[in-house]
């Protein structure tokens, strides 16, 4: 049994895994009215949550905490003071228990979670709140085939939400807005496999100052983010000759932009998997999964250190 803790961003999550089986998986995430994420309030809210999401998740796996074998940890890429959180809870756990600590990149997770429902050498399309990037294993690596050049889609979705007076986070908003909408042009921005979002942005807070309607922007909105999310994902396809995509991240949620996805890989005959709501968005059972296949690989440590910039790139793979 592997516990797998998730503090990177607004979301605390406990996860177990064993076998490759996901047996718990509980979360809570920081909200706000307004504004977004202050990252010491959400490290907060993380500190006050971690103990009794612990002892739910053992609940619900119905395990005694002596089953675990290891604590895996999501200790980078993330805001420092809520990977601090998870670490240190991760720390005394794994003292107490006398079992190692496992560090996992959370993009990477993100990717391994969707091997988990089937894809075995999958392109990802990991399209979450901060990051916003095209994944593949290349030459012993999680190599990144394109990204975004400015912000995440979700920061995006959620920045221009909040500029149309919804609350945060936006994506689920934008989702029923868009619905009844019609189609306007936005400045739709790809380059390669790199796409960018300012430029969107702008134009939609203007158009919506001069009373276009918010059921058009959004449905636009969505019309064109996800189409250049799809290109740059199909791209990266066509560029690696891989035949599986996979879609990560709590943007991924979104069922146009899974519709889309569907279409672009029936067309190139490319099968297409997305994992369950609560695997795509930010969970322990993830870093649990992952955890348990780099323990297998012999990766656990007695100590680690959080890495708030660790580029998923950087992580050497030995685990496949
Ligand atoms: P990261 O994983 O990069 O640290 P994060 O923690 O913000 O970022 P997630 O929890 O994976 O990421 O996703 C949150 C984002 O998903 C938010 O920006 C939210 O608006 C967006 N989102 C959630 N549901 C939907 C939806 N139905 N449509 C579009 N976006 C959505
Ligand atoms: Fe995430």
Same mark, same amino acid.
């Given at each position: 049994?592997?516990?797998?803790?998730?503090?990177?961003?607004?979301?605390?999550?406990?996860?177990?895994?064993?076998?490759?089986?996901?047996?718990?998986?509980?979360?809570?995430?920081?909200?706000?009215?307004?504004?977004?994420?202050?990252?010491?309030?959400?490290?907060?809210?993380?500190?006050?949550?971690? +103990?009794?999401?612990?002892? =739910? !998740?053992? @609940?619900?796996?119905?395990?005694?905490?002596?089953?675990?074998?290891? *604590? &895996?940890?999501?200790?980078?890429?993330?805001?420092?003071?809520?990977?601090?959180?998870?670490? +240190?809870?991760?720390?005394? =756990? !794994?003292? @107490?228990?006398?079992?190692?600590?496992?560090?996992?990149?959370?993009? *990477? &997770?993100?990717?391994?979670?969707?091997?988990?429902?089937?894809?075995?050498?999958?392109?990802?399309?990991?399209?979450?709140?901060?990051?916003?990037?095209?994944?593949?294993?290349?030459?012993?690596?999680?190599?990144?085939?394109?990204?975004?050049?400015?912000?995440?889609?979700?920061?995006?979705?959620?920045?221009?939400?909040?500029?149309?007076?919804?609350?945060?986070?936006?994506?689920?908003?934008?989702?029923?807005?868009?619905?009844?909408?019609?189609?306007?042009?936005?400045?739709?921005?790809?380059?390669?496999?790199?796409?960018?979002?300012?430029?969107?942005?702008?134009?939609?807070?203007?158009?919506?100052?001069?009373?276009?309607?918010?059921?058009?922007?959004?449905?636009?909105?969505?019309?064109?983010?996800?189409?250049?999310?799809?290109?740059?994902?199909?791209?990266?396809?066509?560029?690696?000759?891989?035949?599986?995509?996979?879609?990560?991240?709590?943007?991924?949620?979104?069922?146009?932009?899974?519709?889309?996805?569907?279409?672009?890989?029936?067309?190139?005959?490319?099968?297409?998997?997305?994992?369950?709501?609560?695997?795509?968005?930010?969970?322990?059972?993830?870093?649990?999964?992952?955890?348990?296949?780099?323990?297998?690989?012999?990766?656990?440590?007695?100590?680690?250190?959080?890495?708030?910039?660790?580029?998923?790139?950087?992580?050497?793979?030995?685990?496949?």
């Amino acid at each position: 049994m592997i516990l797998g803790i998730e503090s990177t961003a607004h979301t605390f999550g406990v996860g177990i895994a064993s076998k490759g089986n996901i047996l718990a998986n509980v979360r809570d995430m920081y909200k706000t009215q307004k504004g977004g994420i202050i990252p010491m309030e959400s490290a907060h809210h993380h500190k006050a949550v971690s +103990e009794s999401l612990y002892v =739910k !998740a053992l @609940e619900t796996a119905n395990i005694s905490e002596k089953a675990i074998k290891g *604590i &895996a940890v999501s200790n980078a890429p993330g805001l420092a003071p809520c990977l601090l959180v998870g670490l +240190e809870f991760a720390r005394r =756990k !794994a003292r @107490e228990l006398n079992v190692p600590l496992i560090p996992v990149n959370h993009c *990477i &997770a993100h990717l391994e979670i969707g091997r988990s429902v089937g894809a075995s050498d999958p392109v990802l399309l990991y399209a979450s709140g901060a990051n916003t990037q095209i994944i593949a294993y290349a030459g012993g690596m999680y190599r990144v085939f394109g990204e975004t050049l400015d912000i995440g889609v979700g920061n995006f979705i959620d920045k221009v939400a909040r500029y149309m007076g919804m609350g945060f986070p936006g994506g689920p908003q934008v989702e029923i807005h868009a619905k009844g909408g019609k189609y306007i042009e936005l400045p739709y921005a790809i380059k390669g496999m790199d796409v960018s979002f300012s430029g969107m942005q702008t134009k939609i807070q203007q158009l919506f100052d001069k009373g276009m309607a918010v059921s058009d922007l959004s449905y636009s909105l969505q019309e064109t983010a996800f189409a250049m999310l799809v290109e740059a994902a199909e791209r990266a396809l066509a560029h690696t000759g891989k035949k599986e995509l996979v879609l990560g991240g709590g943007v991924a949620c979104n069922a146009r932009f899974q519709e889309m996805c569907r279409i672009m890989c029936s067309e190139r005959k490319a099968k297409f998997y997305c994992p369950e709501k609560s695997l795509l968005v930010d969970n322990g059972a993830m870093i649990a999964y992952t955890g348990e296949l780099l323990f297998n690989a012999g990766i656990h440590e007695k100590d680690i250190d959080i890495k708030p910039r660790e580029r998923t790139d950087e992580v050497h793979v030995t685990w496949r």
